[in-house]
């Protein structure tokens, strides 16, 4: 499992919080097919499902709730920065998953 960019965990917060993509696009200040693909992009990352998406909006599945819960309780044993090479030093942070999101 690949690391993750700060930006694609703050998003899935957001869109977590607000349980739909544009009232998060709107907080966010993106366009809501931008957000929409910025979590996708974050699942494939993870090799899971985040989230439920249907008319009414969306919700965490299982391991979005583990994420979330990690994300929420900041970096530590489960969550943490992904320590970079001094090439990538300037480029974006990067996050590694929760143990939850491996299964």
Request: net charge positive.
């Amino acid at each position: 499992m690949g690391g993750m960019e700060l930006r694609e965990l703050r998003a899935f917060v957001v869109v977590a919080e607000e349980g739909g993509m544009s009232a998060a696009a709107r907080r966010l200040h993106i366009s809501q097919p931008a957000l929409s693909q910025t979590v996708g992009t974050l699942e494939r990352q993870l090799e899971v499902k985040l989230l439920v998406r249907s008319s009414a909006g969306v919700r965490p599945t299982e391991a979005g709730m583990a994420l979330l819960a990690e994300a929420r309780a900041g970096p530590g044993p489960g969550l943490h920065l992904r320590s970079r090479s001094p090439s990538e030093a300037a480029g974006p942070a990067a996050v590694a998953g929760p143990p939850a999101l491996r299964q």
